[in-house]
Structures are given as structure tokens and as C-alpha cells.
């Protein structure tokens, strides 16, 4: 079974950086896209940056620019550096990724922008 584990989230400030991590268990090869999302209580999780098995990556637009998606494939891992944060990037942020025509999400780590 595939599971997903996250660490990273936190209390950060207006304009500070965190960097949020996913790691995948289990004996597994050849995951393919790996993405990061966020969902907001009462709103429809939406996605934030992916990353294709080629390395293709693509953002939302309130990502672009200041979040960075990377992967080690070696690692079955996903990374998502996140600058110049706003409060407006305060929620829960999920990390998927896909295999074997299935998807696997983590359990989510809250980030929360705040002075």
C-alpha cells in the first residue's frame, strides 16, 4: 500500500519562506505526476504546482513566481519550496502523486501566514 507522509507546514510570516516535503513508502517504481494542493474549508482543493515524471512542471497562477516544485524520483519524493508567502496561502496543502493509474494524497500540512 502506498502512503504519503508530508512534514513542513507552520506559522510563518507575511513574506517568509517554507518548504513543504512528501515522501512516498512502500515498495513502488515509477510513480509519474507528482503535485502539491490546497484546499480551504469550503472551497474545492485546488492545485498548486505539478510535476510531470519529465520533469515538466506547471503552477497556479498564485504560485508562479514564488513557489518551486522538485522532485528526486530515486526518493519517490516531491518537494514544494514556498517564498515571499501572503497570508492569503494560509490552509492545508496536500501532496498527491500518481501511480498505476491511481491516485494517492497525503494527509495534509497546515500553513498558516500570519503576523
Known amino acids: 500500500q502506498v502512503q504519503l507522509v508530508e512534514s513542513g507546514g507552520g506559522l510563518v510570516q507575511p513574506g517568509g519562506s517554507l518548504r513543504l516535503s512528501c515522501e512516498a513508502s512502500g515498495n513502488i517504481f515509477g510513480i509519474n505526476g507528482r503535485g502539491w494542493h490546497r484546499q480551504t474549508p469550503g472551497k474545492e482543493r485546488e492545485l498548486v504546482a505539478h510535476i510531470s515524471s519529465g520533469g515538466t512542471t506547471i503552477y497556479a497562477d498564485s504560485a508562479k513566481g514564488r513557489f518551486t516544485i522538485s522532485s528526486d524520483k530515486g526518493k519517490n519524493t516531491v518537494f514544494l519550496q514556498m517564498n515571499s508567502l501572503k497570508p492569503e496561502d494560509t490552509t492545508v496543502y496536500y501532496c498527491?502523486?500518481?501511480?498505476?493509474?491511481?491516485?494517492?494524497w497525503g494527509q495534509g500540512t497546515q500553513v498558516t501566514v500570519s503576523s
Open positions: 498527491k502523486m500518481a501511480w498505476r493509474s491511481l491516485d494517492y
